[in-house]
């Protein structure tokens, strides 16, 4: 059935597993015992070539890295972030973790941060941007630079759904003064679970190769001098959200993956999107023209549906094997933000309030085949016609 194909992952490159194994014989699976070259140090090495900056580090998700670059930055104490209102309940959770208040601003139905929104939010309390380039729809990163610079706040980006995305040419993760991934399995590059930490700036570096668990000299171990870590020796807490060695050997041989996988999901996308958007009743909007996208997903908006109509289109494509989620219509989806009851206060926000009743979500794994796509556009407007067209 076309729903089980939605769901699988690809399988873990060979040379993972006999790293693996050679790993398992020798038992040693934290990320300090060997004075150097382990897998986790190497991945960080890795990663940093793959995005073309100075410093990685490696952690448990990217929920810890996000946190953890807060506090690298500086920020808590009731400062206040803007993040968009369409993203992950664990990135509002990221925020409130690090003593922080998230300000939400409206998203629109492109999935984007509304900049109006954004601009009348940003007044002298806002201590940080994070942007949370949701399902790897990237919002205008120009002009969210601009705002940071013009306030001289910086901006974090949450690019755990990103890998392999660019913006202007250049790598999502490396515009804003941190970058944050997820090796999460349902992401381009699958540890299970796992996050990563980007930056070139060398204090934001030293403070969260400490804050991560780099306890006493164990900072030799990372990519730069003593002199940048003396002067937070001792400083700071330890938080020990760090990566261990198995996880590393999993992620480092997918590295080589992402060129492909990236490129294998947009030709995916662009081809059910191309399907999908022929029907009336349907708007898949287009990315920014800054943007090269690398999805594994898919999102359209229902157009003139009333709630009925959604809820039967959902009731039709399960009928016929494919469960599609409408955010809005789900119940407890984690991804809509009237269900983050852990906030004080949920401001109304109808902007993303309409965007999330009608917009659709649908897994693409970059090895689906084009009859697959074929079999989903067949469902997908299938039910479409079921439901529109009334006796
Ligand atoms: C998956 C995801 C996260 C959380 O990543 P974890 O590694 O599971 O903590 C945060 N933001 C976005 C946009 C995500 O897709």
Known sequence: ????????AEPIPTSARAELDTLMQSGDLFRYHADKDAPVTLLEQEFAALLGVKYAVAVSSCSAALFIAMKALGLGNGDKILIPAFTFAAVPSAVVHAGCEPVLVEVGSNYRMDMDDMHQKLDG????????????????????IAACVERNIPLIEDAAHSLGTTWNGEKIGTIGAVGCFS?????????????????????IFAQAVIMSGAYEANWSKHQTGANSFAKYQNTLPLYNTRMNNLSATVIRPQLAEVERRAADGLKNHDYLAGKLNASRHIDVPA???????????????LLDFTDQQAANLVKNCAKHGLKLS?????????????????????PDLPKTRA????????RLPAALQQTHLDQLADIILGGIEAVTTKA
């Not at 990315?287 to 908006?301: T, W, Y």
């Not at 999330?356 to 649908?362: H, P």
């Open 1 to 8: 059935m076309i729903a089980n194909l939605l769901h699988t």
């Open 125 to 144: 309390d806002i201590a940080a941007i994070l942007v949370s380039h949701m399902r790897g729809h990237t919002s205008d990163m120009d002009a969210l």
């Open 183 to 203: 090796f999460q399995s349902y992401k381009l590059v699958n540890g299970g679970e796992g996050g990563i930490l980007i930056t070139n700036d060398e204090d």
């Open 287 to 301: 990315c920014l023209p800054a943007e090269h996208r690398a999805p594994d997903s898919l999102q359209f908006n």
């Open 326 to 346: 409408i955010f809005g219509l789900d119940h407890d989806n984690a991804r809509v933000f009237w269900n983050w009851k852990f906030l004080d206060g949920i």
């Open 355 to 362: 965007m999330l009743m009608r917009a659709c979500d649908l």
